[in-house]
């Protein structure tokens, strides 16, 4: 039924119909692409390359899948998609596959599938490839063995541990290996980037643990053959030899050498590097093999164009003085014309001549020198289409003849005295032409009768002359100097100097440098020279006989470079120019130079003298030999035995004299140094103790004790002028007491009558201390005015009022007792009582109470007091007592060691020499006893009683002693 039939209202059922044929048609498509599964698998491995080989039958689809995997850890080791070949004969398909480790490390379980896109068959059945480390093999092993690699590979190694031990590491030669475990008893590391091997090879070492058990495997890294210059030539126009070179180090010995063969011809083994051919070829081969690969070069020549003659053999000469004449002979006939170098060798020098001609056998040699040793070689090539010289004839000797000697060069030394030396530089071994057997000098005309001939022997190079005794023999004060040398084969010619006397001064001596190893000497030209120059040089140190040297220099130079081996340094060298040098030699200039400078070898020679408080050094001079250098100058030190201490640097190098001034006497060193540019030396040290001038001395202290005498003079004269204003300053007149009563009755207790202001009672106590006391009490009466004293203050105008206790005397001294005043009453005092009157000095202040213990006892307390201290002499009163003697009782000291020393120094009543308000002891008089109430007199007396300030009396002796004097001068003017 066709479509084209169906109504249109069937057209939706013809629509169902297509769709369902199609998809029928579809299922019987995907039906039909059915894969079939590889089957019969085989594994064929390749344990050197490490390629694993795998063939099966089936599967129709262009592509498989192909998983390895380790067996015993089931880890994957390679799956991909692979196109496999098929075998037209036997069907089968194959793919090869490279591991990385060695086959032997583990057991590799394999499986395909055939793939066509996106479908895939079912995987074959697992075929296991075994490995080394099955049970069944328990050795300790390790793989890949004996691997050759070319260099920069990376290799994997594998180390099967044996069963029942326990990996411990491997080792690449010294270098520790990272492992990775590929199954239970193989482990494998990798060496990434191997660098070549030695001659033996690189090891690899694995051990294990316990049983320190080693096994290993060896490796050999290198480079395949590249041999280079391959070239073949023939040396008798009939054979050939093949050559080439090895190129880089192949780093691989014994079995694994590079083998070589030329046209598959073996040739010898490694080390030759070369073929021979009894025919020519005209095309060759060279392959070179190895185990890591093969190279190979050609070459191609005509005979003609690669002839290399052998060397030349049977070398002989005919030699004379001057020149030789060198003969050889051939091993092969050459009829072809050849071209040969001729190398001499003399004294270390080569020269290189070369000579042509068809078949050359023999060459000349000339411009030799006579007595000359020389090496001889040969060597030759094609001179037609050159290819290369053949090979160096064995070296040949030979020795020229002696000639006659070249002139001496001769030169003239003259000392100060015009005697010297004819001097000669000895012939070299070019110059001599032989041995030399004599020099002959001649010193005369030898056309004059008088001849003056030396023979020296050949060692001698001088000869002594007289310029004075030779030149008496001539009229022109001119003398001839000739020298010859002679050897076996003659004379030389003779090499003359005229000498001649001169008074002519040397030149000024320039400074030369040396720079450069030489010594630069410059000089101006002068146009009336016309002839040569020489500059001689000398050790300057030198006077007599001297070792010159001397050199020529050409007519109009003004410079020359002086050099010389036997320059040594710390030497100064004297360098002279002269003119004309070989007719009338004269001086024209002069230098003086050191090859190096050094300090000086030997100090100055010092000495050190006083001169009153300074000391001058002086020195001398350093000897020439031992300056060592120019010198710049001294340096002069203060050594105090650890440090020097520049005083002065004297630039002038002439300076033989130093100064240090203003020196104290003590002991002192100082040092001298002399420096050159190079520095200082060790320097010469002195010491010297300075002493003081006796005259000086005495002369100071005679102007001392005049300076003094001058000025008390001076003092006296001013004095004495100002003696009327010096005794009213210093000692003014004492106002006579005055004394009122009458005092002309008769001798009689003493009774005065004090005023009522003026009371002193005298009080007998034999309870307290023996000695008579003066206290001063507070007066009770009223005077006449009714006035009351008691409490109300007293008129410090009136005279205090003091009583004078009588007891019994003690020759000890007496201790102030101070009552209070509580305890100043009637009952303590006795009924006799003396009344003593003040004079008219009056107090401007108020009384002084003295506070007295009532018991008497000076324990427990120091008396409050800050004034004097009054003394009792015992005994009845005297108005003038002296000082207590010595042998008084010290027993009873005071408490207070004040009060005791005041006692101690008043010995009773003593009169008042002076009162002197204007006096330097002013101030220490204000502090005595009762500095406002003047001093009590004694009804026979006209002098103060009471002492005035005890404790200044030691300063008062002392200013008495110093101002008798003063008394003295001034006793005239007392009225």
Known sequence: MRCSSISPASKPNCRLWLICVLSIWALNADAKIVLTVPHEVSLSPNTHTQQLSMSWLGGDAATFDVIILRTEFNETVFY???????????????????????????????????????????????????????????????????????????????????????????????????????????????????????????????????????????????????????????????????????????????????????????????????????????????????????????????????????????????????????????????????????????????????????????????????????????????????????????????????????????????????TGLVVWKPLTRLQSHGLIKRYKVTLCDPKEEQTCIKSLPPGTCSVPVNLTQLASFRSDNKVVATVTAENDAGVSQPAIIRLHLTDVEPPTLSRAVYTDNSFPLVWQHQANVTCSYVVEWHDATCSHDCHVEWIKVAAGSTNITVESDNFQPGVRYNFSLYSCPYDSPQKKQCWQGYMQELTPSRPVPLSVTQEGSSVVLTWGEIPLVDRRGFLLGYNVYSNNGFKLTLLANLSDPGARKFKVQGLSASSYKFTVKAYTSAGEDTGSTVSIMLERNIYQLILEMLLSLGGISIFLIIVTIICYKKRKWVKKAFYPDIPEPKLPGDWSRTQGPLNVKPSHHSLVHIVERPDQDSKEALVVIPEQDEDDDGYGIGDEPVDTDEPHS??????????????????????????????????????????????????????????????????????????????????????????????????????????????????????????????????????????????????????????????????????????????
């Open 80 to 418: 991909d998609t692979v196109s496999a070949t098929v075998n037209p004969m036997s069907g089968r398909h194959q793919w090869n596959w490279t591991s990385v480790e060695p086959l032997e490390c583990t057991s590799l379980s394999i499986k395909i599938r055939s793939r066509d896109g996106q479908t895939t068959s079912e995987w074959s059945n697992t075929e296991i490839l075994q490995g080394k480390d099955v049970p069944s093999e328990i050795n300790f092993q390790m793989y890949p063995q004996d691997r050759i690699v070319p260099v920069g590979t990376n290799t994997t190694f594998c180390c099967i541990v044996e069963e029942g031990t326990e990996f411990a590491g491997m080792n690449y030669s010294s270098t520790v290996m990272k492992v990775k475990r590929l199954s239970r008893r193989t482990y494998a590391s990798t060496v990434v980037n191997q660098k070549a091997s030695g001659r033996t090879g690189t090891n690899v070492v694995c051990s294990s643990k316990y049983k320190q058990s080693l096994t290993g495997a060896v490796v050999f890294v290198g480079y395949p053959p590249q041999p280079t210059d391959f070239v073949c030539e023939t040396y008798d126009l009939v054979s050939a030899v093949c050559r080439w070179k090895e190129g880089r180090n192949t780093y691989l010995h014994g079995k694994r050498v590079t083998r070589y063969s030329v046209n598959k011809r073996d040739c010898p083994k490694e080390g030759s590097n070369k073929c021979s051919f009894s025919q020519w070829d005209g095309n060759w081969t060279l392959v070179a093999v190895n185990p890591l690969g093969h190279s190979s070069l050609t070459d191609s020549a005509e005979i003609s164009h690669r002839v290399c003659p052998v060397a030349p053999v049977d070398l002989g000469a005919v030699v004379h003085a001057w020149d030789a004449t060198v003969m050889w002979k051939w091993t092969y006939k050459y009829s072809l014309p050849l071209v040969c170098q001729v190398e001499l060798t003399n004294s270390g020098y080569n020269t290189k001549l070369i000579f042509t001609g068809v078949g050359l056998q023999s060459v000349v040699l000339s411009n030799l020198l006579p007595y000359e040793d020389y090496d001889l070689q040969v060597r030759c090539g094609a001179q037609k289409n050159f290819w290369k010289w053949g090979n160096w004839s064995d070296v040949f000797t030979f020795r020229t003849k002696s000639s006659a000697p070249d002139a001496p060069d001769v030169w003239m030394w003259m000392n100060r005295d015009n």
């Open 802 to 975: 003091l009583r004078y206790y009588n007891h019994v005397v003690d020759e000890r001294p007496i201790r102030p007792r101070f009552p209070d005043s509580s305890a100043s009453s009637s009952s303590s005092m006795d009924s006799a009582h003396t009344d003593v009157t003040y004079t008219g000095i009056q107090t401007s202040g108020t009384s002084l109470v003295f506070q007295l213990d009532p018991q008497g006892s000076s324990e427990g307390h120091h008396p409050q007091v800050d004034q004097g201290v009054h003394c009792g002499a015992g005994g009845d009163y005297q108005p003038q007592m002296h000082p207590m003697a010595s042998n008084i009782d010290t027993s009873l000291a005071s408490p207070d060691p004040f009060l005791e020393s005041q006692a101690s120094n008043c010995g009773g009543y003593k009169p008042q020499n002076s009162w002197h308000l204007d006096s330097p002891t002013e101030a220490c008089e204000r502090s005595s006893l009762a500095p406002s109430l003047g001093s009590p007199t004694s009804v026979a007396s006209t002098q103060f009683l009471l002492p005035d300030g005890e404790e200044c009396g030691e300063e008062k002796r002392q200013l008495s002693s110093a101002s008798t004097w003063f008394t003295n001068l001034l006793s005239s003017t007392k009225p």
